[in-house]
């Protein structure tokens, strides 16, 4: 698979948490065509909506500046395989690469969704047995043409919930806003992610998915 580094940054080493250093992310978006993947990857790196997108697959890189800290984002922009007989596919190394994730779908298309339903399903097969579960932010986009919606929000919500994940519902063609939120959740999860990687597993986790998203569980 060839990948396009879209910057200078380094993009293997993962610096340490806990100290004024540089903090590194490797976010991986994934998602049906045409979801609006490159649209919420160019939105974040530019606060632009372009329109068109062409299909290149890229990592980019994007330092910024988050409570007094620098971040550097590195976002690998993926294509789904066309024609793809593996539902929810996820290569080996996108996997390993990733910090976290974001799944994209469109609130327009009902089978975007199921390949969000169905990636989310790999993401937790492929980390079982792992000492944490991977942190995961679902995004239903294009929520501007609320006309020709065929995905509730309850159902993207429904969803996320069900898998311990992150929700948003937001448009990448009309705000900036909701695109950052989408990242910046998505930041505090592997951060939180990390600073419980020693010992407290799965449950730390959840507990992290409710404390970024507010949601309250029952124990
Ligand atoms: N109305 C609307 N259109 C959007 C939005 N986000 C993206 N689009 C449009 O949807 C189309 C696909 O967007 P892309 O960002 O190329 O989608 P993608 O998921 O990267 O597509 P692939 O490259 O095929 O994987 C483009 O025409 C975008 O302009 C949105 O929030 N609202």
Known sequence: MVVQVKSSA???SKTMEGSQQKVEANILLLGAEN?????LTVRFL???FIGEYGDMESVYSHSDRIDGREICFNIWDSLYPQNCATPGYVSEEQLQWADGFILVYSICDRASFQVV????QRIRQARKGAERAAPVVVVGNKRDLQHRRAVSGEEGRLLALAADCGFFEISAAEAY??????FHA???LIRRARALKKGAGLRGIVRSVSAVFGRRRTE
Do not use: F, I
């Open 46 to 48: 530019t606060r632009r």
């Open 186 to 188: 998505l930041l505090e």
């Open 35 to 39: 979801v609006g993947k490159s649209a």
């Open 10 to 12: 380094h993009h293997s």
């Open 177 to 182: 806003h909701g695109v950052l939120a989408v």
């Open 117 to 120: 339903r169905q990636l989310v």
